[in-house]
């Protein structure tokens, strides 16, 4: 009986060692593939080594400063797309979150340009299922102020500057709160916005191609701990692209902040705060204001 109880508890270890011994046995046979002249072993060896770093990726890690340029490059292109996989797998369930809630509100500080302070704008957003939206900004810097309000009802968009309304935009109004949704996480209000401003409607997700995704090292935002993901957004249609920085609370998962600068030079920052999910907000917020007459 002690025997056996004796043999249950180290049998899991003996397991254990048995399969650690093994994935050790496969790295150094893949690293023996990765070194070979045989342009096909090397090839095999590439995605054989893709699966082990599945398992253990710090396993594989060491590989990226080999001195065999040919083990290197392959190490870091196996850790370079699974590294973007994770970031991506990541990005997909914070924007998940956003987009299925029911209804959603923050408050959004803007900044353009080298000194953000120079113009600012800080917006309230509020979204509710069945294409309301509503917001409302105060834009400061070297002018007067100006203050702004977008408002869809469902089926009508209307924009505001200091009470007198704009002429009509391109914004796709069908898919207006699901346009503010998909896109707020991955390339920010201000881009997104910008771009159906313009006439590219973001319909599909044909509109962005990110790209270079990476995890950088935590950081802090005020007291919250943040995770903090680098990438490039380009638009299909435009020679024109962003490198983005982008902090995400390591707990909550909601959108901290986000850095971004264009190809052209120009820098936006949006500083995200109060966000809310599925909280009620009455219909009556979304009521188109009443125009100015002149």
Request: proline share 3%.
């Amino acid at each position: 009986m002690r025997f056996r109880l004796a043999f249950l508890l180290i049998f899991p270890l003996l397991l254990t060692q048995a399969s650690t011994d093994d994935l050790h046995d496969r790295f150094d046979r893949v690293v023996k593939k990765l070194r070979s002249d045989d342009a096909a072993a090397r090839d095999e060896g590439s995605a054989e080594l893709e699966a082990i770093a599945k398992e253990a990726p710090d396993l594989v890690k060491p590989l990226a400063e080999d001195k065999d340029p040919e083990v290197k490059g392959r190490a870091l292109a196996v850790l370079k797309r699974l590294e973007s996989a994770a970031v991506e797998a990541f990005l997909k369930k914070v924007e998940e979150r956003y987009a299925t809630a029911k209804t959603l509100q923050y408050k959004c500080v803007v900044g353009l340009g080298a000194q953000p302070e120079n113009w600012r704008e800080r917006r309230t957003l509020a979204t509710k299922a069945g294409n309301l939206l509503r917001i409302d900004g105060l834009v400061t810097g070297d002018f007067s102020e100006l203050r702004t309000i977008v408002v869809c009802d469902a089926t009508n968009l209307e924009m505001f500057h200091n009470g007198r309304e704009m002429p009509p935009c391109y914004i796709d109004v069908a898919n207006v709160d699901c346009m503010v949704r998909a896109w707020m996480v991955r390339v920010g209000l201000e881009e997104a916005l910008y771009c159906d401003y313009r006439g590219e409607l973001l319909k599909s997700s044909e509109t962005y191609v990110v790209e270079d995704l990476k995890f950088a090292a935590d950081e802090k935002v005020g007291d919250q701990v943040a995770k903090v993901l680098t990438y490039t957004v380009k638009v299909n249609g435009r020679n024109k692209s962003w490198k983005q920085k982008l902090w995400i609370d390591a707990e909550t998962e909601v959108l901290l902040k986000r850095e971004g600068t264009s190809s052209d030079g120009q820098r936006v920052t949006e500083s995200y705060s109060d966000t809310k999910f599925d909280e009620e907000i009455p219909d009556e917020r979304f009521e188109l204001p009443k125009k100015k007459r002149k």
